[in-house]
């Protein structure tokens, strides 16, 4: 099989917009470690499944020792936590943090999953480690995005043409 030049797919898939995370856990001395990650993918709804694509390292060992792991996403304003996770901390850096199913949550995160992990799947460089979510929360505050290797402030206008939300039930069509 013929496999795409790694400079290109990287360019390629720069092209896809996600929110930013920071995942969260305990290590086995149950001091807090994180890790900014734009690998997050809800799998199902019922019952309520993530998962998260992690390298090897402190995180990695982190969530194969516990089981568990929370997903912050984080807010427009959120770029200094994400620099902070992926090893750029600024000098006076202190992210607070409250604490719910024993797992840290960042104080200002628009969203939070705490996560039970039911599968871990090698995969190349990276671990998948899938999990069900046993409790979450969310405030309206606007997220921060990557998108072309660079972050932005929010998604952007909503398409005036969708009337309908993702959360609200669509109607359904009826054949015969």
Same mark, same amino acid.
């Given at each position: 099989?013929?496999?795409?030049?790694?400079?290109? &797919?990287?360019?390629?898939? !720069?092209?896809?917009?996600?929110?930013?995370?920071?995942?969260?856990?305990?290590?086995? $001395?149950?001091?807090?470690?994180?890790?900014?990650?734009?690998?997050?993918?809800? +799998? *199902?709804?019922? @019952? @309520?499944? +993530?998962? +998260? *694509?992690?390298?090897?390292?402190?995180? %990695?060992?982190?969530?194969?020792?516990?089981? $568990?792991?929370?997903?912050?996403?984080?807010?427009?304003?959120?770029?200094?936590? *994400?620099?902070?996770?992926?090893?750029?901390?600024?000098?006076?850096? !202190? @992210?607070?943090?409250?604490?719910?199913?024993?797992? @840290?949550?960042?104080?200002?995160? +628009?969203? &939070?999953?705490?996560?039970?992990?039911?599968?871990?799947?090698?995969?190349?460089?990276?671990?998948?480690?899938?999990?069900?979510? !046993?409790?979450?929360?969310?405030?309206?505050?606007?997220?921060?995005?990557?998108?072309? !290797?660079?972050? %932005?402030?929010?998604?952007?206008?909503?398409?005036?043409?969708?009337?309908?939300?993702?959360?609200?039930?669509?109607?359904? *069509?009826?054949?015969?």
């Amino acid at each position: 099989m013929q496999r795409a030049n790694p400079a290109a &797919f990287r360019q390629a898939a !720069s092209r896809f917009v996600t929110g930013v995370t920071v995942l969260t856990a305990l290590d086995t $001395r149950g001091e807090v470690c994180g890790m900014t990650a734009n690998s997050f993918v809800t +799998v *199902s709804l019922s @019952p @309520p499944t +993530v998962l +998260v *694509s992690v390298m090897p390292g402190r995180m %990695h060992q982190a969530i194969t020792a516990s089981g $568990r792991y929370g997903v912050n996403v984080l807010p427009e304003g959120g770029r200094g936590l *994400s620099q902070h996770f992926s090893g750029r901390p600024a000098a006076d850096a !202190s @992210p607070a943090y409250d604490v719910v199913e024993d797992l @840290p949550r960042l104080s200002n995160c +628009v969203a &939070f999953f705490a996560c039970e992990l039911i599968r871990i799947v090698d995969v190349n460089d990276h671990t998948l480690f899938i999990a069900e979510v !046993s409790t979450c929360d969310y405030c309206d505050s606007t997220p921060l995005v990557f998108f072309s !290797s660079r972050y %932005h402030l929010g998604p952007g206008a909503p398409d005036e043409q969708d009337t309908a939300r993702s959360d609200e039930p669509r109607a359904r *069509s009826r054949v015969g």
